[in-house]
């Protein structure tokens, strides 16, 4: 700051003015160059119909079943142990299997998409891929409860290893 204080008080006032103008004509040319570039606007409420997100898009998240009503999830917990702003809720029961064998179950898969920052940890952190962001962006509501969604569906069950 003092250095630059030294450097006003040495420079005479043409000196002065033709910085000015220099820094004025480079602020006009950036502008100009902006104002003559092909423009990328979305025409959104319009082009609803065609409009694709690209693949990475973080959109909200789903738990993705087969044809049979069956998922991936464990109900292990990371995704939730790893969510910064406690965004998912993993609810399990413990079943026994007909070895005797007590296994836990997904029960309810609650996600808050309000909450949610798509920070992504809870995808990579999944060790089933069990969960991943989809590409649906419309996600607007006038009632913030409807912001929570269960991502098991009704009488859903893991994929049974063969």
Not at 16 to 27: D, Q
Not at 49 to 67: Q, S, Y
Not at 97 to 117: I, N, Q, R, S
């Amino acid at each position: 700051m003092h250095r630059m204080k030294e450097w006003n008080e040495n420079r005479s006032y043409l000196n002065k003015l033709f910085y000015g103008i220099g820094t004025l004509l480079t602020g006009l040319k950036t502008s100009i160059t902006v104002f003559f570039r092909r423009k990328t606007t979305e025409q959104y409420p319009e082009n609803r119909k065609e409009l694709v997100m690209f693949d990475r898009f973080r959109g909200t998240l789903i738990m993705p079943h087969n044809e049979h009503n069956e998922h991936k999830c464990i109900a292990c917990g990371l995704c939730q142990n790893t969510c910064p702003n406690e965004t998912i809720e993993v609810i399990s029961r413990t079943e026994e299997t007909a070895e005797g064998k007590k296994k836990k179950v997904l029960a309810a898969y609650h996600y808050d998409l309000g909450c949610c920052m798509f920070c992504q940890l809870c995808v990579n952190i999944c060790p089933t891929g069990a969960i991943r962001f989809d590409t649906q962006y419309e996600n607007a509501v006038f009632n913030r409860d409807l912001l929570v969604k269960t991502l098991n569906h009704p009488g859903s069950k893991v994929i049974e290893k063969k």
